[in-house]
């Protein structure tokens, strides 16, 4: 009887194991494990972490080779995000200072973002043009938007709306009101028309605004080339 009980026992373990290590190794990683995969991201995490400008260009460069590449993931998106909303939405003070504020920084991470185009991208190109202070990082957002294309429920559109809007009247920035425009060209051309009025009373008020003439001038163009969607 304890002879049989023992072969039933080895039998069940037997039967089990392989199930068990299964279930171990069916088992959803962490975020911790799934860096630890990949050396690469470990060492582009640490540097887009680090607390100087260098470093995080140094992660840049690497991420841009690696989006040209076809190797972009998960991963490295979620890296593109971090420093592209470092400074204005993730801050790190010291006393009272802002020590993360690297602008080119968010810029360049716009620009890789813009080939990324997923749809968290979307919204966090979104969150950039409407909450960053830094023209040039917001001018980027927006262009990055227009290569993207995508702007199904209009919410695109209505962002740089807003924030062509929020500019103020007396020195607004060219360069913004620029991508702004070739932006919303973009979106049209993808969508077959832009998506909401919004986007037309933002080219409207670029073309009546304080911009130099050839800024104005390119949002009339773009004004009438609508016509051909209707």
């Known amino acids: 009887m304890r002879l049989k009980t023992h072969i039933i026992l080895v039998l069940l373990l037997v039967t089990l194991f392989p199930l068990m290590a299964q279930d171990n190794d069916d088992r959803e990683l962490t975020v911790e494990e799934r860096y630890l995969q990949d050396p690469e991201i470990m060492v582009l995490w640490e540097q887009a972490l680090a607390s100087d400008r260098q ?28 420093l592209g909303l470092e400074g204005s939405s993730i801050r790190k003070l010291e006393g009272r200072s802002l020590v993360n504020n690297f602008p080119e920084v968010r810029k360049r991470a716009c620009a890789l973002l813009g080939k990324v185009g997923t749809e ?34 209009g919410n695109v559109v209505n962002a740089m709306a807003w924030a062509i809007e929020r500019e103020g009247t007396i020195n607004p920035d060219n360069n913004f009101a620029y991508a702004i425009a070739l932006s919303l060209e973009k979106i049209a051309e993808a969508n077959k028309g832009l998506t909401n009025a919004a986007g037309y009373r933002a080219l409207i008020r670029i073309a009546q605004g304080n911009y130099l003439q050839t800024v104005r001038e390119k949002a009339l163009e773009i004004i009438k080339s609508m016509k051909k969607y209707n």
Do not use: C, F
């Open 55 to 82: 470093s995080k260009l140094n992660a840049l460069e690497t991420m841009e080779e690696m989006v040209e590449e076809g190797r972009g993931s998960e991963e490295l998106e979620n890296i593109l995000i971090h």
């Open 120 to 153: 968290k991208v979307v919204q966090t190109l979104i969150s950039i043009l409407t909450y960053d202070d830094e023209p040039m990082v917001k001018a980027e957002a927006a262009y990055a938007l227009g290569l993207i294309g995508k702007d199904e429920n």
